[in-house]
């Protein structure tokens, strides 16, 4: 069982930047973010290979969104920069037990889950 607590987010003016954390209890090799929007569906912000630090971000993601790893502290963390509205959402750090060989982009891969952190961006 791996524990996932995210923290870090809050409100925020556009063009504003936020580096949320997520404590593990365990690094997998396949970990990520995703994010959900209201009346949306949960999507990728992109997921990581802890393993040797390949990350998969999404195409609308690239550039602004940044994660990385502290392997001393078993901590993810998402670096965003140049918040948009549109970025409004709860953010979520999720973890797969599972290891074929590489690391899945559908959020379904995924079997651990933490509680969110909500991000808000004001214009």
């Known amino acids: 069982q791996v524990q996932l607590v995210e923290s870090g987010g809050g409100s925020v003016q556009a063009g504003g930047s936020l580096r949320p954390p997520c404590a593990a209890s365990?690094?997998?090799?396949?970990m990520g973010w995703f994010r959900q929007a209201p009346g949306k569906a949960r999507e990728r912000v992109g997921v990581?290979?802890?393993?040797?630090?390949?990350?998969y971000y999404a195409d609308s993601m690239k550039g602004r969104f940044t994660i990385s790893q502290d392997n001393s502290k078993n901590t993810l963390y998402l670096q965003m920069n140049s918040l948009k509205p549109e970025d409004t959402a709860m953010y979520y750090c999720?973890?797969?037990?599972?290891?074929?060989?590489?690391?899945?982009?559908?959020?379904?891969?995924?079997?651990?889950w933490g509680q969110g952190t909500q991000v808000t961006v004001s214009s």
């Open positions: 990581i290979y802890t393993g040797g630090g390949s990350i």
């Open positions: 365990a690094f997998t090799l396949c």
């Open positions: 999720a973890a797969r037990s599972m290891w074929y060989g590489r690391c899945p982009l559908e959020r379904s891969a995924y079997n651990y």
